[in-house]
């Protein structure tokens, strides 16, 4: 992705302080377990100081958890780690899984890091519905986009570039939508914050930091201010 990748690398590293933050908060409330769906190579129970009896769950494919575990082989997670091969859009085997994951715990905080956008709306609410259905699952961790920034989202250079797995969930009103489907904000924490306190500013063409200083600060603000990660509970 060599058009966008600079300003992807510096959202998935300002959306991994603000993910970590917000799993320590749930932590320090009382969740006493993590359900993350579409994984990844996510290594938090590697690097996190999790409590020792914190139980995790990762699913994604087969061939990512293959890659993974080879990987990280030599590595000690440092809490309860299990991990789980599923094909999450399959929604029968999904919702078989969830009817027996996790039986023992009472708080448990969900996980869709960079799973959302590729889904379409029917999959999200369907995803959503089936997260309702279970009464541990507490808490609900995903993105947020305003709905300005999906031109941006679309771009022809970005629309080539993710052409095998582009983004298709592009909901009228974000927030209206999950409260269709059962769930609700309860923090958000824009990119904007990240920029603010580590003084650390997305990548942008020379051009545009030229006429940067001639660009009220509000009008900036509200730009940083269209993406970010949220939690969301149960209505």
């Given amino acids: 992705m060599p058009d966008f990748s600079r300003y992807t690398e510096w959202a998935v590293v300002s959306r991994t302080v603000i993910i970590d933050r917000f799993i320590e908060k749930a932590i320090q409330e009382g969740t006493d377990a993590v359900l993350n769906l579409g994984a990844g190579l996510?290594?938090?129970?590697?690097?996190?100081?999790?409590?020792?009896?914190?139980?995790?769950?990762?699913?994604?494919?087969?061939?990512?958890?293959?890659?993974?575990?080879?990987?990280?082989?030599?590595?000690?997670?440092?809490?309860?780690?299990?991990?789980?091969?599923?094909?999450?859009?399959?929604?029968?085997?999904?919702?078989?899984?969830?009817?027996?994951?996790?039986?023992?715990?009472?708080?448990?905080?969900?996980?869709?890091?960079?799973?959302?956008?590729?889904?379409?709306?029917?999959?999200?609410?369907?995803?959503?519905?089936?997260?309702?259905?279970?009464?541990?699952?507490?808490?609900?961790?995903?993105?947020?986009?305003?709905?300005?920034?999906?031109?941006?989202?679309k771009a022809n250079t970005r629309t080539r570039a993710m052409k095998n797995s582009p983004f298709q969930f592009y909901p009228k009103n974000w927030f209206g939508f999950f409260n269709a489907n059962g769930w609700t904000e309860k923090e958000t924490v824009h990119f904007l914050n990240i920029v603010v306190e580590f003084k650390r500013t997305p990548p942008m063409p020379k051009w545009v930091k030229w006429i940067l200083p001639l660009i009220p600060k509000k009008v900036i603000d509200d730009a940083l201010k269209m993406s970010g990660y949220t939690v969301m509970k149960r209505l």
């Fill in 42 to 153: 996510d290594a938090r129970p590697y690097r996190m100081n999790l409590p020792e009896n914190l139980d995790w769950v990762e699913v994604d494919y087969s061939s990512i958890m293959a890659h993974k575990k080879k990987i990280l082989a030599n590595e000690t997670p440092r809490c309860r780690l299990t991990q789980v091969e599923l094909d999450l859009a399959n929604r029968t085997q999904r919702d078989a899984f969830f009817k027996t994951v996790l039986p023992k715990a009472e708080k448990v905080l969900v996980l869709t890091e960079g799973l959302i956008p590729y889904l379409n709306e029917t999959q999200v609410s369907e995803l959503a519905e089936d997260l309702l259905k279970r009464p541990q699952f507490q808490a609900w961790i995903s993105e947020y986009f305003d709905p300005r920034v999906y031109r941006h989202l």
